[in-house]
Structure formats: structure tokens, C-alpha cells
């Protein structure tokens, strides 16, 4: 190793933090410390074994060398360049000088030259874990000698003594901080969940298997004008209305039978006063990293104004049909008698304009009443040309009424959103009302939009439809929200068994190679049964961090359940011997204990099995839970073996099977 290590700064893989040696050193306290029994016994024996005067363990600050341990030496700290270990650093070997007045580096060293005329001098470079050089282990003499290759095995010992102890302190330092930063996490996560179920600007209730209110937000409490104390330990379905009470039970048992992650409707519930509300509802099932059910979680969105919304807009369309209707009747009359005489023709046009005085007007008042919703309303004839379109329009596309009426739809609209409505919008020239609960006007904004698409008929033809929008964006984010949560192990934040299934299933129709890894640890009950499930959790949380950090981005770990993981490997990674180099990694992984509240140390090991499948091998792709059986198969032969190991099945040489029940 190059002399120059010794000053260039590292990275600390455990903090995160660039660091330099002195730091590290001034961390583990070896630096301007006083002496320690642990280093001050390995100079005695070194003195002892060589029969030498002097024996030092020091290591380097910048210009400074510090005797961490002395035997024979009053001095503390002494300038570098007076020091006879800079040429220790620059090799890992071991550096005698029988005669130091016979070497050209050291013959003119005042303490050769002048008392305590030294003669005699053999190192040993002292390095970091990441292998920075820090110090030495050096020994003097003020005699001309040579060691001899018992002396020589006993120095490293003592060199590696102390290599140990500085590797020691190492360890537990990163253990510290990781266990730190750990518990900030921990404390960080559990003060936000709070925060947002409290200040949530929708209704959160928490309801328990037997069916009782355990906790509600205030929002929710507002919702139903109660306070949020007298919802406690409240039966659920007392707040709804009987008609809802069996949709409800029937939902809640597909639930726990696995049938439903979680379902959404729209139903209304009896406030306190016995009033109905409209709200829209998400309900999904919690459950713990074992699978077993927890608690119901209730979301639940005021939507009054909306439904009120709704109510309004079809009474105003259906008085916008009648008014049109008989605004046309009466233009027709106002032409039929323009051709039967001329004589009253200044009477008709008088009647006609006070006729068009009364559309404006009514077309004025219905725009004012639009304008002031919060829902995008427009009327597109069947040549797809803008007639009519409320302010809100103004809001999405940045420009005003007047600039759309008239204009082509396509001219409005970019071409990708274009192409996207125009089978809704012939559906509705068809004569259909239909819905699309997913259109993106503007793909900067994120907001989704669910259209209405309303025909309007004249004398039984189609001569345009009706738009009716409003903003679903934080519904849409919340269904996205759940199904994450249900894909997620609660413990770890890994893939759970689900996710795995669904991901690994979906890369067999995808990929043309895959290795599967199916990990168990060895004597993990031991842990929960003698140290507790709280201990073993911390330990399955930094097994997770561990296989993450041995695995790259595009590949997968899940867990499935208890102590049993599972790491997919996709398409470029699946080579000859890729799965078996990185089950050899993993295992090596373990080979540091598990520090856990900086006292607890525990040495687990891992046993793995793998299954690699091949497209070319089969004429048909395997099952997800047959390559995982295969790989299960595979982790048991591992453990047989002695544990602390890894096993391959070569599904080239077996039959796939179709589906297996994992044990």
C-alpha cells in the first residue's frame, strides 16, 4: 500500500460521513487519550519476548506521531519527521533494521548520533478496517541484533493483537451510530404518522375486529358532529344506516379471507343528530407481519358539496334543455310568420329580438351559475366544436371562454389527450352516457379528472354532448396509497410474501432467465426465545439492511415471512455462477455480529438455496410458487450440509413444477 494512504480521507460506509484517519482515531479514542491496559499489555509482552528496552504502540496525526503505549520511553509525542516508522507505513511487511548506523535513512537520527544511542529497530504498520495506515507497533535496542523466526511469529502476533483491538473499535463505533440513526428513524416515522392522522384534511377511523371505534381523527369527528371522545369504543355500524349495515359486514368478511385488500364506496352516515352525509368511503384491512388480522382502517372524504353539486347540475340541465326547446319553438314561429307577410315584419323583428334579449340573458345567468362551480362543464356540438364552457375551463387550459367557443376540440387539446377522449366522445355522439374516472387535461398539473359525457338529444338525433369533470386527484393517490401498503412487509419495509408473488410472476413472462435465493436464518429462535421479540425484530430489520446493501437496484428482495427472505435476480444478472457469487457474498455478510442497543452481539448465519431457471430450458415457464418451492428444496439440502452455506438446483436437469406448497 502506498505511504500516501495514510493521509487520504475515506468514506464511512456506517455514518455517511467523509472522514480522515486523525478523525477516526480522535473517535476511537486512541488519539491525545491516556494510556490503556488493553495496549499498555501488548508493549510489556513485546519487551518481554524480544528483550528489548523499548516498546511502542503510536499512531499518526498529520506531523505528529502520539505513543498511544510506551515501555522504556518518558516522552508522550514526538515530531514525525523524527520518527523511524514512516517507512513501517508504506508496506503491510515487517521492517527490521539490525544496524540503524549502517543505514543511510537513520545514521544521522539524533537518538543514534546522541543518547540513548540506539542501534536496533523492527515495526509493524497498524491499518483501519477500510486500510488506512494509523500507527505502529515498533520495538528499539541499543543493540546491533536480528530476530529469529520465533521472535519474528511472536511480534505478529502481538502486531495482530493490537490490529484486532483497533478493528474491535471500529466495529462498535458504526454499530453505534447505524443503531443511532436506527432509533431517530424509528422515533421520525412514529411522529409523522401521528401528525398526519390528527391533521389529515380527510376523516381517518380506526376500527377494531369486534367492530368498535378505537380511534377517529378530528376531522372525522367534525364530519359527523361528534366529539372525538364519545366515538371511543362506539359500535361502527350505529353510525350508518341499516341499508349499508349488510354491504358492510359482507366486505369486512371478504377481507379477512383474503379475498379483498380493501374496497371504496360512496354511502352516507347518520350524523349525530340523525342527518345523513354523503361521504366516500376506503376501508382496507391492517394486518401483522405475520399475516394475521390487526384492525380495519376507514377513509373516509366529505362529499356533501359534491352530491349537492351533482343534484343542481341536473335540474339546470334539464331547465337548459326545456328553455332551449322553447326558445327554438319560438324562433320557428317568428320565421313562419316572417314568410307569410311582410306587412308584419317590423313587429316580428321585435319579437324576435326581444326572443334573442331573453336567450342572452338566460345563457348569461346559466353561465354565471357554471362559472361558479367547482367542476369543468362544457357543451360540444357534433362537429367536436366548443359552444359553451364555464370559467373553471380557464383555470386548466390558461385561456378564456371566448377564445374556445367555436374552436375545434383538437385545437384546444394536446394531441396525446386528444387521441385518449375521442372514443369517449364518439361514444357519447352514439347516444351512450359513459364515465372515465382517469383523464389528464394537463400532464404537468398530476391532476386527474373523472368526465361525464352526457348526449343531447333534439327530436330523437344526437347533436352534441354535455362534459361534466370534476378533480378526483386525491382519491386517485389515496387507492394508490393503500394498495402500496398492502404490498408492504410492516417490519422490514420489504416486498411481502404478496408482492413477491405478483412481481415474481409477472418477471417469468417477462425475462428470459431468473435465479431465485430462498435465505433462512440459522438459530434465529434461539434469539427470540432467550434476548425476546423485540431483540429479534431489531435483528430481522438489520438483516433486511444488510441484503439490500449486497444486492443491486434492479433486483429484488422480499420477505416472506418470520426469518425466511428471498432475493429474485433478473435477466443480465442470471450468468452462469452470478447466483452462487452472491450467495457466497450474503454469506460472507453475516460473518460480522448483529449489535443491537450497542451492547447485544449476535452471530447469526444464513443458510440458502438456489433455483435458476432458463427459458430455453422448458418449453413452458414454471409457476412463481414452483421455482420458490424448487429454491425452498434447495435451502433445506444447505442446511443439511452444516448450515452457514448455500445449495443450487439446476432446474435444467428436473421437471418444473406447475405449483408447490412451500413448507
Known amino acids: 500500500m502506498d505511504r500516501r494512504s495514510a493521509s487520504v480521507p475515506g468514506h464511512d460506509v456506517a455514518s455517511g460521513v467523509t472522514r480522515s484517519p486523525a478523525a477516526l482515531l480522535r473517535r476511537l479514542g486512541m488519539l491525545d487519550a491516556p494510556a490503556e491496559e488493553s495496549f499498555d499489555r501488548i508493549t510489556r509482552l513485546a519487551a518481554r519476548l524480544l528483550d528489548v528496552p523499548i516498546a511502542v504502540i503510536s499512531v499518526f496525526d498529520g506531523e505528529r506521531q502520539w505513543l498511544k503505549s510506551r515501555v522504556g520511553v518518558t516522552v508522550q509525542e514526538m515530531p514525525r519527521h523524527l520518527s523511524f516508522c514512516n517507512d513501517t507505513l508504506r508496506d503491510d511487511a515487517l521492517t527490521v533494521v539490525s544496524d540503524l548506523r549502517a543505514d543511510p535513512r537513520f545514521q544521522n ?7 540513548p544511542f540506539l542501534r536496533f529497530y523492527a515495526g509493524l504498520p497498524l491499518r483501519s478496517l477500510k486500510g488506512w495506515a494509523l500507527g505502529t507497533l515498533c520495538v528499539t535496542d541499543t543493540r546491533v541484533r536480528t530476530l529469529d523466526a520465533a521472535q519474528i511469529a511472536a511480534f505478529e502476533d502481538l502486531c495482530a493483537m493490537a490490529q484486532n483491538e483497533i478493528s474491535q473499535r471500529e466495529i462498535a463505533a458504526r454499530q453505534r451510530r447505524v443503531h443511532r440513526a436506527d432509533l431517530r428513524a424509528l422515533e421520525e416515522s412514529k411522529a409523522v404518522f401521528q401528525a398526519a392522522f390528527q391533521e389529515a384534511a380527510i376523516g381517518f377511523v380506526i376500527i377494531d375486529l369486534q367492530g368498535r371505534c378505537v380511534q377517529v381523527n378530528s376531522r372525522f369527528a367534525a364530519l359527523l358532529d361528534y366529539e372525538k371522545s364519545a366515538l371511543s369504543q362506539l359500535p361502527y355500524q350505529d353510525l350508518l344506516f341499516s341499508e349499508d349495515c349488510i354491504g358492510v359486514q359482507r366486505d369486512a368478511t371478504r377481507m379477512l379471507n383474503g379475498e379483498l385488500a380493501f374496497y371504496s364506496s360512496e354511502r352516507q352516515y347518520r350524523r349525530r343528530d340523525g342527518q345523513p352525509v354523503w361521504a366516500n368511503v376506503t376501508v382496507a384491512l391492517a394486518r401483522t407481519a405475520e399475516g394475521q388480522p390487526l384492525h380495519y382502517v376507514a377513509v373516509a372524504e366529505d362529499i356533501s358539496a359534491r352530491k349537492a353539486a351533482d343534484a343542481n347540475l341536473a335540474e339546470l340541465q334539464h331547465e337548459l334543455e326545456a328553455r332551449v326547446l322553447l326558445r327554438t319553438a319560438e324562433l320557428r314561429g317568428v320565421n313562419l310568420r316572417l314568410a307569410n307577410a311582410l306587412e308584419e315584419r317590423d313587429r316580428t323583428i321585435a319579437e324576435r329580438d326581444r326572443a334573442e334579449a331573453a336567450l342572452r340573458a338566460s345563457r348569461e345567468t346559466l353561465q354565471t351559475i357554471t362559472d361558479n362551480l367547482p367542476v369543468l362543464i362544457a357543451y360540444i356540438d357534433a362537429d367536436l366544436r366548443y359552444r359553451f364552457t364555464n370559467a373553471t375551463y380557464g383555470h386548466v387550459f390558461g385561456d378564456h371562454a371566448e377564445s374556445r367557443t367555436g374552436r375545434h376540440v383538437s385545437d384546444v387539446l394536446t394531441p ?61 393517490r389515496l387507492e394508490t396509497s393503500l394498495r402500496e401498503q398492502a404490498l408492504q412487509d410492516a417490519l422490514t419495509g420489504l416486498p411481502n410474501r404478496r408482492a413477491l408473488g405478483l412481481q415474481l410472476t409477472q418477471a417469468l413472462t417477462q425475462e428470459a432467465a431468473l435465479a431465485v435465493l430462498f435465505l433462512d436464518l440459522d438459530e434465529f429462535k434461539q434469539i ?122 439446476d432446474t435444467h436437469a428436473i421437471p418444473l413444477p406447475d405449483s408447490h406448497a412451500m413448507h
Open 416 to 476: 396525446g389527450t386528444m387521441a385518449a377522449l375521442l372514443p369517449w366522445f364518439r361514444r357519447a355522439l352514439a347516444g351512450e352516457r359513459v364515465t372515465n374516472d382517469d383523464v389528464v387535461y394537463d400532464a404537468t398539473s398530476q391532476r386527474i379528472w373523472s368526465a361525464t359525457y352526457i348526449p343531447h338529444f333534439t327530436a330523437g338525433r344526437v347533436d352534441g354532448f354535455y362534459v361534466v369533470s370534476h378533480d378526483v386527484t386525491e382519491r386517485k
Open 528 to 649: 427470540n426465545d432467550h434476548a425476546g421479540h423485540e431483540v429479534g425484530d431489531s435483528v430481522l430489520k438489520e438483516v433486511a439492511h444488510r441484503l439490500r446493501m449486497a444486492v443491486d437496484d434492479q433486483d429484488m428482495v422480499a420477505r416472506l415471512a418470520g426469518d425466511e427472505f428471498v432475493v429474485v435476480l433478473r435477466g443480465s444478472h442470471c450468468m452462469p455462477g452470478d447466483a452462487e457469487r452472491l450467495a457466497g457474498d450474503i454469506v460472507a455478510a453475516f460473518g460480522l455480529p448483529i449489535a443491537i442497543s450497542g451492547a447485544l452481539h449476535f452471530k447469526l448465519g444464513i443458510s440458502i438455496g438456489i433455483a435458476s431457471y432458463h427459458a430455453q430450458w422448458h418449453a413452458s415457464a414454471p409457476s412463481a410458487n414452483g421455482l420458490l418451492a424448487i429454491a425452498d428444496r434447495a435451502m433445506y439440502v444447505a442446511k443439511a450440509q452444516g448450515k452457514n452455506t448455500y445449495h443450487a438446483i
Open 109 to 115: 537520527h539524533p537518538a543514534v548520533v546522541d543518547a
